[in-house]
């Protein structure tokens, strides 16, 4: 009998993406600063997420927002902030990490003088498309550009992408 040869085990991707390598949109009010994606569908085929980070002005927030069937992990690296989840409100600095479910609404502000920054992970992937259809192109290095107002269609590319209505009361 002869020795089976143990086959080597097949090697999953492998993938380094550089600061400032990833694409990148200016974003509009009310969050100003930028999104840089650094792994989706785009540069790993079949990705089941996608992940980046984002920049957001001082002053300036994301909007009260959820997401239908994902879950969003935030960590933030820098700056500082007011995250509300839910309505209630939680203090972040860097290092703070969020474990978001489907339906958890939140809100993040930026409420201190310098950018707040985090990395984000949504799962399954879409906020890079979101960034995109929202956005302007953005290259690094390049001057922020003037406040700009968000597309008309908003609330439509948000539908298509990884978003879900809030129910008004």
Known sequence: MTAMKKAEPDKGFA?????????????????NGYGEVKFSQRNVPGLPFSTGIQCIAPGCFIRDH?????????????GEGTVELDGEPHPVRPGTAILLGAYRRHKIMNTG????????????????????EIGRPRTPGEPAPAPFARPEDVASIELDTVFAPIQQK
């Open 15 to 31: 993938v380094v993406v550089q600061p400032d390598e990833g694409p990148s949109w200016w974003q509009p009010v009310p969050a």
């Open 113 to 132: 003088t310098s950018d707040l920054k985090m990395f984000w992970t949504i799962m399954p992937g879409g906020l890079d498309l979101f960034f995109e």
């Open 66 to 78: 959820q997401h239908p069937d994902h879950t969003e992990i935030l960590f933030f690296y820098e």
